[in-house]
């Protein structure tokens, strides 16, 4: 069925740095934009980054620009964040989610992973 | 402070209606398609309206969208002890060329 499983979270000093991946089955990778989205506790929810289908085109929010980095590998069905300089606000859930339309049109979030925990502390 | 405007909650008994508002500008929801979210205590969030009014499959009718100028409307009729959760709405901002989440309301069933 049509799954995203995220891994890569943990506890991580401020400064440090962390990749998360999500993996992806049941429906080809390729095909979908795909985007981060995070939660700090008890908070809303926060887009972190998108990427292109192709991985042509990235955007970013501006919490984390010049620090994470948004990545994919078609032929692993794997997305990527790679998150550089962590700060203590990046403490969060973090949830890939597939892009279902145009990204700038206000594309839907269909399919979302069940969330990897990041914990920004020394 | 989020970009896209929501009642933090809204309530009501077993069987009635809700509305949850989300207000934006032009370069958001005015121009953009609009998407809504439910997030139950302790899960991932689920799509519940994209494009402004579609529902996808297996979300039931009681759940409407609707977009007027650049401001979105989630409504929830028949309302039950299950709909308890935290609401989201989603649009693109041409302007900061970035998705942006509204703040969020909690339903509560009285």
């Known amino acids: 069925q049509v799954q995203l499983v995220e891994s890569g979270g943990g506890v991580v000093q401020p400064g440090r740095s962390l990749r998360l991946s999500c993996a992806v089955s049941?429906?080809?990778?390729?095909?979908?934009?795909m985007h981060w989205v995070r939660q700090a506790p008890g908070k809303g929810l926060e887009w972190v980054a998108v990427?292109?289908?192709?991985?042509?085109?990235?955007y970013y929010a501006d919490s984390v620009k010049g620090r994470f980095t948004i990545s994919r590998d078609n032929s692993k069905n794997t997305l990527y964040l790679q998150m550089n300089s962590l700060r203590a606000e990046d403490t969060a859930v973090y949830y890939c989610?597939?892009?279902?339309?145009?990204?700038?049109?206000?594309?839907?979030?269909?399919?979302w992973g069940q969330g990897t925990m990041v914990t920004v502390s020394s | 402070q989020s970009v896209l405007t929501q009642p933090p909650s809204v309530s009501a008994a077993p069987g009635q209606k809700v509305t949850i508002s989300c207000s934006g500008s032009?370069?958001?929801?005015?121009?953009?398609?609009v998407s809504w979210y439910q997030q139950l205590p302790g899960t991932a969030p689920k799509l519940l309206i994209y494009?402004?009014?579609k529902r996808p499959s297996g979300i039931p009718d009681r759940f409407s969208g609707s977009k007027s100028g650049a401001s979105a409307t989630l409504g929830i009729t028949g309302l039950q002890t299950g709909d308890e959760a935290d609401y989201y709405c989603?649009?693109?901002?041409?302007?900061?060329?970035?998705?942006?989440f509204g703040g969020g309301t909690k339903v509560t069933v009285l």
């Open positions: 989610a597939r892009g279902v339309g145009m990204v700038v049109a206000g594309d839907a979030f269909d399919i």
């Open positions: 049941g429906f080809i990778f390729g095909t979908y934009g």
């Open positions: 990427i292109w289908y192709d991985g042509s085109d990235k």
């Open positions: 032009s370069s958001k929801t005015g121009n953009n398609y």
């Open positions: 494009e402004n009014n």
């Open positions: 989603k649009t693109w901002d041409s302007s900061l060329s970035a998705v942006v």
